[in-house]
């Protein structure tokens, strides 16, 4: 994202939002402070993504451009320390 200052959000996401008509409208981050931030988005894959975050309480780091703070253009997801693969 060349030329555009970034803003990071960190936290866990706390609810997924759907429309009127049920369709995925964006989902709300709850930061470590308690602040709660909304972020837009009709994506399918961002649903599904932010739908296993929400599930397995992941920590998420979500990254806007200052200019439209509500949209994200990165969606990332932290492991735990704990974290043990299965196979």
């Known amino acids: 994202f060349p030329y555009t200052t970034l803003?990071?959000?960190t936290g866990k996401v706390e609810e997924l939002v759907y429309d009127h008509f049920g369709d995925f409208d964006g989902f709300i981050l709850e930061l470590h402070d308690g602040e709660r931030r909304r972020f837009e988005s009709r994506e399918g894959e961002v649903e599904e993504l932010v739908r296993k975050a929400w599930e397995?309480?992941?920590v998420t780091t979500v990254v806007v451009s200052v200019e439209h703070r509500d949209r994200p253009?990165?969606?990332q997801l932290k492991r735990s320390s704990g974290y043990r693969r299965s196979e």
Do not use: A, G, P, Y
């Open 56 to 58: 397995h309480r992941i």
């Open 7 to 9: 803003f990071r959000s």
């Open 73 to 75: 253009l990165s969606i």
